[in-house]
Structures are given as C-alpha cells and as structure tokens.
C-alpha cells in the first residue's frame, strides 16, 4: 500500500487527521459555490449574455474529467501539496514539482483576493466605509481565524457553506414567486447554433470555470482527512456534481430576472434580484452574501498556507514554513505569507482581471495534473485496490479539455 510521503517534520508537531467526508464536502461546496456565483454571475454574463448557464455548463463538463483524474491521484498519494506530490510522481521531477506547487499557491491568493474584492462590494451594502478599508478588515480577521486550527476554521466554513447554500435557495424561490412565467423562459437560455453566440460562450467559460476552482482543495486537506482513500474521491465527485446544480439553477434564474446592462458591470450581482424588494429583505440577502463570500476566502487560506506547508515538508522550500505552532496545529508561518500576499493582490487589482488570472493558472495546473497521471498510467506504476482508479481516457479528456478552454480565453 502506498504511504503517505510526510506524516511528520523532524519529530515536530503534525497535522490532525479530523475532517470527516460531510466536513470534506461542505469544505469543497464552500470555497466553490461561493466564489463563482456571489461574485462573477455579472462578468460571465458580459461576455455570454443570456447564454450564460451554458458558460457554467460547458465549464462543468471540462473540469468532470480533471475531477475523476484528482480521485485517483489524491487516493494514490494523499499528502498535502498534492499537486507538486502528483507531477513530482509522474515526470520524476523536484523543479517541475515546485513550479505546479507555487501555481496552486497562486491560484489559492489571487482567487481568496478576488472573492474579497466582492465580499467588500456585499458589505458596503450595510456598513458604509470605503472598499479598501472592509477588505482589509477581511482579510486580516479571516487570517486570525485560519491560524487558530484546521477544525475551527473547517467547522465555521461548515456553517458559513449551509448559510449560502440557503441563500442561493432563497433567490430560486424568490425569483418564482415573483416572476411566475419564470419557468415558460427557459428557452431563451438555449443557445442558436451560431459562431457569434457560441463564441460568447466559449469566452465567457474561463470566467465560469473560477466559479469550479475549490474542489481542488479537498485534495490538499489529505493528510487532515478521516480515511482519506474512501472519503477523499466521494467528497470531490459529490462537490462537483452539487455545485452543478446550484449553478444551473441560480444562473438561470439571474439572468432571466435581472436587467442585463445593470447585471454585467455588477460586483455583487446577486443583491441585484432583490432591488424591489423590501429593506429587511435586502438586508438579510446582504448578511449572508458577506458570509458566502468571506467563506470562500478562509477556506482557499487555508489551502494555500497546507500546500506551502507541504513543499517545505517536502524539502522543496525552506523549513521555516513547515513550521506547525505546538498548540494550533496549523502551519503559522506559511499562513501569515499567504495573508500578506492575499491583501496586497486585494487592494490593487480589479475583480475582473483576478478572475481570469486565476482561471488561467488553474487550467495550466489541470493539464500538468492530468499528464502525470498519464505519465504514470503508462509506467510501470500499479497498484491494488487501495486507491481509486480511472480509465486512461479520463486524463486525456481533461488534459484536452482543459487546453482548449485556455486557448479560448486567449481568442
């Protein structure tokens, strides 16, 4: 059976294997959900228009594969910094393995430094002060918290994640009960078969695909996971396929509902459903889109400060960011670099460009993921029963997929 390669750091304190699968999940739906749909509806819509669910769909199906590919690779290896384990693995190669390992990192900070921008957008809605001001204070409180311990942090994003998925519930039901032609629409969501629109959508995908950047993540919580072999491939297909159907059917309803030229340069677009209604509503709609959003934020900490942590323990990087605190738990020194590099990205980039960037990284770091399980399909690598295996097209597909969705940003 294979092992995990760092159980611990030169006799120093480790990490705490107690996250459990519904833990794993609502980890994943949280860093998910919400920062695709709180934030970025009104910038995929832009560039899709009214086709926009489609942009959402076509992203869904790209990332299945590359999700099927993490069920085997994280069951293989489950380590955290499992990425830069992944490639290491696969091309036999320290520096390619460091190189995938700093682009998760940067994926992690720039995408936690999008969702502030929008979170800071929601909460001047209710406390009027500048952006640059609430984001800082964002940051640094879920910074605190990220650093206090992995449970503390998971448990509350727990509960942040069944608040927004609430939410979410409350804009389906609100958008049907007040628009009640809203079903006999749909069709105007189905595309023509025309370059013009499927450009659009094509477009507008690699804005949709940050909103399925997050069930990666579950893949670097292994070595703080309950049973990682069974529980880490059902709490990433799970992830994906409920984050699905959240997307379909919010998106929808927005984009029916919602005027598009207010819709499309909207940093908070969801407040945009309830523009006619009352100010309790408005208010409580406003809570908890602060709450989904700074929930995407502590969580994608949280991964960026493990795999830093990994790649230290890994002896890629220096040892001082391997260092756990005796009593948290939790990789201190590795967290305060991450909050750091988070504000500044925060208060001097647009939302926009911090989107695509993301988008753009995490795509290059799916397709390095997907050839080194080809890599390693083709070797001499077998195992038994122990982890979870995928056919050889599985990679393929994701590694295809993945490449033309980043062609197409470039178009």
Same mark, same amino acid.
């Given at each position: ?34 920062? /695709? ?111 206090? /311990? ?16 609430? =939410? ?18 749909? /069709? ?11 450009? =659009? ?138 909050? /750091? ?71």
């Amino acid at each position: 059976m294979i092992k995990s390669s760092k159980k611990q750091v030169t006799g120093k304190a480790t990490l705490q294997r107690s996250l459990t699968l519904p833990l794993l999940v609502l980890y994943g739906l949280g860093v998910t959900v919400g920062a /695709g749909i709180y934030v970025l509806i009104g910038a995929t819509a832009a560039k899709a228009g009214f086709y926009a669910p489609v942009s959402f769909l076509l992203a869904a199906f790209v990332v299945g594969f590359t999700g099927f590919t993490y069920c085997e690779l994280s069951t293989r290896y489950p380590v955290s910094a499992g990425e830069a384990a992944y490639v290491r693995q696969g091309f036999d190669s320290q520096t390619l393995a460091l190189v995938v390992g700093l682009m998760v990192v940067a994926s992690g900070v720039v995408s936690s430094a999008t969702i502030s921008v929008g979170a800071s957008a929601y909460a001047q809605n209710l406390v009027p002060i500048s952006s640059q001001v609430l984001i800082i204070a964002i940051i640094v409180l879920l910074g605190m918290i990220a650093a206090w /311990g992995v449970v503390q942090s998971v448990a509350l994003a727990a509960v942040f994640t069944l608040i927004e998925i609430g =939410g979410l519930g409350f804009v389906i039901f609100y958008g049907l009960i007040n628009h009640p032609d809203l079903l006999g629409q749909v /069709g105007r969501l189905v595309p023509p078969l025309e370059v013009g629109a499927w450009a =659009g959508i094509t477009s507008a995908g690699l804005l949709a695909f940050f909103a399925f950047v997050g069930f990666e993540d579950i893949a670097n919580m292994a070595e703080e996971v309950e049973n990682p072999r069974a529980n880490m491939p059902r709490a990433i297909i799970l992830t994906l396929v409920a984050a699905t159907a959240i997307y379909l059917a919010v998106v929808s309803t927005v984009v029916l509902i919602v005027p598009m030229d207010k819709l499309i340069v909207s940093a908070s677009p969801l407040d945009l459903v309830f523009a006619q209604a009352g100010d309790p509503i408005k208010g409580a709609f406003s809570i908890i889109a602060i709450l989904a959003t700074i929930n995407g934020v502590l969580i994608q900490m949280v991964m960026a400060s493990r795999v830093l942590y990994g790649l230290a323990a890994q002896g890629n990087l220096p040892q001082k960011l391997a260092y756990i605190h005796p009593k948290t738990r939790t990789p201190l020194v590795a967290t305060l670099i991450i909050v /750091g590099t988070i504000l500044g990205l925060a208060l001097f980039f647009p939302i926009d460009q911090l989107a695509r960037f993301t988008s753009q990284i995490v795509l290059i770091v799916f397709m390095a993921i997907n050839a080194a399980l080809i890599k390693i399909k083709l070797s001499a690598k077998r195992g038994g029963d122990e982890y979870f295996s995928v056919p050889l097209w599985v990679p393929f597909m994701g590694f295809s997929g993945c490449l033309l969705l980043l062609l197409s940003g470039l178009i």
